[in-house]
């Protein structure tokens, strides 16, 4: 869920920072997470399904980590409850806090697609 604040979905300076203020790191880490994230989406799903709270806490791991490195607040913070509840073994919990996080995620390809983040580097 978004927070107040979260005006956009990536903090470009924040990012720029984190990726050393080198912007072609930025460009690269923000390009593995377009390629990356709609497969891990679907392995969150199919953890859920399968009842895999193990996988699901490890994808969730993964996913929130390329989030917080290019600062995707929000959508990291998605991704670390959807993984505090794989771990717990809350699959219910987990299976709502599913559509949050994708709507988070789909927030952030959104915004790396349409490319005016790239005027802010």
Do not use: K
């Not at 924040?14 to 990726?19: D, G, H, K």
């Not at 929000?74 to 809350?90: D, F, N, P």
């Amino acid at each position: 869920m978004a927070h107040p604040g979260d005006s956009t979905p990536v903090d470009v300076p924040e990012a720029l920072r984190l990726s050393g203020g080198d912007p072609e790191l930025f460009r690269e880490l923000a390009g593995e997470l377009v390629r990356h994230a709609p497969g891990q989406l679907t392995g969150l799903r199919t953890a859920i399904a399968a009842g895999d709270g193990r996988t699901l806490g490890l994808v969730a791991h993964s996913l929130r980590g390329a989030l917080a490195t290019i600062a995707a607040p929000a959508a990291a913070r998605e991704a670390g409850e959807l993984e505090r509840h794989g771990a717990a073994g809350r699959l219910p919990e987990a299976a709502r806090c599913l559509a949050a996080l994708e709507a988070e995620v789909d927030r952030v390809l959104t915004f790396l697609a349409n490319g005016a983040w790239r005027d802010r580097l």
